[in-house]
Nanobody
């Protein structure tokens, strides 16, 4: 079983950048696809980005396409979310999640989650 710990959240100004990290423990890291979701207060948890277990395929929500980049470093057992061109509407708690092999945009399909990291973007 993989366990996940996110870091890198914080306060940024509109137009700025942040890089989130998701450190994974467990032997199954290279077998897992990883996703980033976000949840703003009183809203549902929304898909942000995903990367396949091989790292060769990435997927993005339309709202972040062209601004955010997901990547993985298998040597470090870490997944990253580089966020550029931040907007106030990007403010949310960001969660890393993983599942064996299959990418999904549906949070209910995933059992492995980190604790979340808060991103706040000021205008």
């Amino acid at each position: 079983q993989v366990q996940l710990v996110e870091s890198g959240g914080g306060l940024a100004q509109a137009g700025g950048s942040l890089r989130l990290s998701c450190a994974a423990s467990g032997r199954a890291f290279t077998d897992y696809a990883f996703m980033w979701f976000r949840q703003a207060p009183e809203k549902e948890r929304d898909f942000v980005a995903a990367i396949s277990w091989s790292g060769t395929s990435t997927y993005y929500a339309d709202s972040v396409k062209g601004r955010f980049t997901i990547s993985r470093d298998n040597a470090k057992n870490t997944v990253y979310l580089q966020m550029n061109g931040l907007k106030p509407e990007d403010s949310a708690v960001y969660y890393c999640a993983g599942g064996p092999f299959v990418v999904t945009r549906l949070p209910a399909h995933l059992e492995v989650w980190g604790q979340g990291t808060l991103v706040t973007v000021s205008s």
